[in-house]
């Protein structure tokens, strides 16, 4: 029996409506946030610590999985998004660098950062030198890189035929998640403002301590600090959601993580510093100088103090003491006056900073021998310990307490 045309007209319209699901609005936003965040864990699970980084071996079923996801989520190619990011890391901050707001500026990466991914993936030099080692099977030769826009198409008719004209809405948000939030807020933002647990060589800086919206992409100081580790999260109080997922495929037997950030291991203390003191401060160089400006910034504190308990002007230091244990080269012209000004006023702090860049050199004279390198540091703990420094000594003692 054939429908009347206004039945088939009220059927069409109810479809364009509701779609197969008729859902309220609230369960369709759930329904959005549920698919971007899953469009983020295959971002930032696969693509950025197994693919590009090697941190971790995923097993068949996440990896079939993920990249098929990303294929109707993302349109992105595996082997241009892995040789655009290792680029990024191997040109970090540079006129190279495929989108550093430090030379392209932040708006321009905040706003543009999925053009100017875009623009590198048509660099054949990049995808050649930085691409290897991606998946090069028939479903990627034939699929997933052939057919790029085939997939967030096949998105698209999924969430009309679900939602109907409200799919649309749907689809778009889903296509704007990763240019924005990664493309932009990450490789923005993430290299622009922030707090920093190490001074990597970079500008990379947390957003947040805590990584959900973009999977743990916020730790970004972190991973440029050791860009090899699976797990983001370093300090107590921060958390990293890609590495929950990453910890729960591991106990399914679906992932098999290499690596995470090494931990300073301190035993008792030594009567001097030694071979295996001087290979603990190397490997675990970052986390080390973190525990030194720890120590320069308790130090600035009580001169602070004592300068208020004075009524004495406290402006140059104030503006100065973010400098002070930051490496020379990341100091910008425009606060070297004032850090100078700052050193010459109070010789504690002075002592600090060049103590600091001369334990720096310690893993930067590469050209010394490993029996002159331990000799250097045990000439500098000496000293250290010696200086009548509070902050000094007690950095020292732990140095020696370090264990390779």
């Given at each position: 029996m054939l429908l009347p045309d206004w039945a088939i007209l009220n059927a069409a319209i109810d479809w364009l409506g509701h779609g197969l699901w008729n859902l309220a609005w609230w369960q369709i936003v759930l329904y959005t946030l549920a698919t971007t965040h899953i469009t983020i864990a295959a971002v930032t699970i696969f693509l950025h610590r197994s693919q590009a980084h090697r941190a971790l071996d995923l097993g068949p079923v996440p990896s079939h999985f993920f990249r098929?996801?990303?294929?109707?989520?993302?349109?992105?190619?595996t082997k241009e998004w892995v040789a655009i990011h290792r680029?990024?890391?191997?040109?970090?901050?540079?006129?190279?660098?495929?989108?550093?707001?430090?030379?392209?500026?932040?708006?321009?990466?905040?706003?543009k950062g999925a053009e100017l991914y875009r623009a590198e993936a048509k660099n054949a030099e990049t995808i050649k030198k930085f691409g290897h080692g991606t998946p090069d099977d028939w479903m990627e030769r034939n699929v997933y890189s052939r057919f790029t826009w085939q997939g967030v198409g096949l998105m698209l008719v999924l969430n009309l035929a679900l939602f109907g004209a409200a799919g649309a809405a749907v689809w778009a948000v889903q296509m704007l998640w990763i240019p924005f939030w990664a493309a932009g807020v990450v490789n923005g933002v993430g290299h622009y403002w922030g707090y920093r647990n190490f001074e990597a060589q970079d500008a990379s800086t947390n957003l947040v301590p805590w990584?959900?919206?973009?999977?743990?992409?916020?730790?970004?100081?972190?991973?440029?600090t050791y860009p090899t580790a699976a797990k983001f999260s370093v300090k107590p109080y921060e958390f990293d959601v890609g590495w929950v997922y990453i910890r729960l495929l591991s106990k399914l037997g679906w992932a098999h993580v290499k690596k995470v950030p090494p931990k300073l291991r301190l035993g008792e203390v030594k009567p001097v510093a030694d071979e295996h003191t001087l290979e603990a401060l190397i490997a675990n160089r970052y986390e080390v100088m973190a525990g030194y400006a720890r120590g320069v910034r308790a130090a600035c504190k009580q001169e602070l103090a004592a300068l208020k308990a004075r009524n004495a002007d406290v402006s140059v230091l104030q503006t100065a003491k973010r400098w002070l244990h930051r490496d020379a080269e990341k100091v910008p012209a425009r606060a070297q006056l004032q850090l100078a000004e700052a050193r010459a006023a109070f010789p504690t702090l002075d002592t600090m900073v060049v103590m600091r860049e001369e334990l720096r050199q310690l893993w930067m004279n590469t050209h010394q021998s490993r029996e002159q390198?331990?000799?250097?540091?045990?000439?500098?703990?000496?000293?250290?310990?010696?200086?009548?420094?509070?902050?000094?000594?007690?950095?020292?003692?732990?140095?020696?307490?370090?264990?390779?």
């Open positions: 098929f996801w990303l294929w109707i989520g993302t349109g992105m190619v680029k990024h890391h191997a040109k970090c901050e540079t006129a190279d660098d495929p989108h550093s707001p430090q030379t392209r500026g932040l708006d321009t990466v905040m706003w990584g959900l919206i973009i999977g743990g992409e916020e730790l970004h100081n972190n991973h440029h390198l331990t000799a250097d540091l045990q000439a500098w703990c000496r000293r250290a310990e010696e200086s009548g420094i509070a902050a000094l000594r007690d950095f020292s003692i732990r140095l020696r307490a370090a264990r390779a």
